[in-house]
């Protein structure tokens, strides 16, 4: 069993599996009390005027208790960033962490703006908004009960994350990393490409970051 786990994290694209080894530990280590919620929240006075700058990181990696709501957060953000990574984004591992670093970055100027101190449902709602807009035509079959194209999965998705958490702050974080993910689209597919006419820092990543992930 251990073995089958092993072969198919395998073959989960490096930062999609990064990241969700690092979700699977986080919320691990609160269930078993090693930490609590209350040291991985964001905030700016936390991360700035108590000194606490490693909240800027957690954040992104805490999805809740273990429960149906952190296992439909964690199923549909693997799913599709596993999909663009190896789509969108093959071989170019460095440009997929500058769009979820961009991304995570105005996430957290959002935060205090929404009041929203765990922002990892938002930012992973950005690269299902992107893989959906880059997909239009695609048939996304919800559940098996019914059938939608692409561009409606983000909102099919928050709209469910409303029912299952019971509350509308749940999907506002949802909706506000369909937000950023939107731009993130706009950016690369959009304004560099139609408007600038190739691409620009805010749509590739640095050449320093190109060397660091191999991909130069």
Not at 61 to 77: A, C, E, K, Q, V
Request: charged fraction near 10%.
């Amino acid at each position: 069993m251990n073995v089958g786990v092993e072969a198919w994290l395998t073959q989960v694209p490096p930062i999609t599996r990064t990241w969700l080894a690092l979700s699977v530990a986080t919320s691990v280590a609160v269930q078993c009390q090693v930490v609590t919620p209350l040291q991985l929240y964001f905030s700016f006075k936390s991360a700035f005027t108590n000194t606490q700058p490693w909240r800027m990181v957690t954040t992104f990696f805490y999805f809740g208790p273990l429960s149906l709501d952190f296992i439909f957060h964690l199923f549909f953000f693997m799913r599709y960033s596993r999909m663009l990574e190896e789509s969108s984004f093959a071989n170019r591992r460095a440009d997929y962490f500058w769009l979820l670093l961009l991304s995570s970055l105005m996430l957290l100027a959002f935060s205090p703006l929404f009041n929203l101190p765990f922002l990892s449902s938002s930012l992973a709602f950005v690269p299902i908004y992107i893989w959906s807009r880059r997909h239009p035509s695609t048939p996304i079959s919800l559940f098996g009960i019914f059938t939608i194209s692409a561009p409606y999965l983000p909102l099919a998705l928050v709209g469910f994350s409303w029912v299952i958490s019971g509350t509308w702050k749940a999907a506002a974080g949802d909706l506000i990393g369909c937000a950023v993910g939107h731009v993130g689209w706009f950016l690369r597919d959009v304004w560099a490409r139609e408007m600038v006419g190739g691409y620009t820092p805010l749509s590739e990543a640095p050449e320093a970051l190109k060397r660091l992930f191999g991909d130069v």
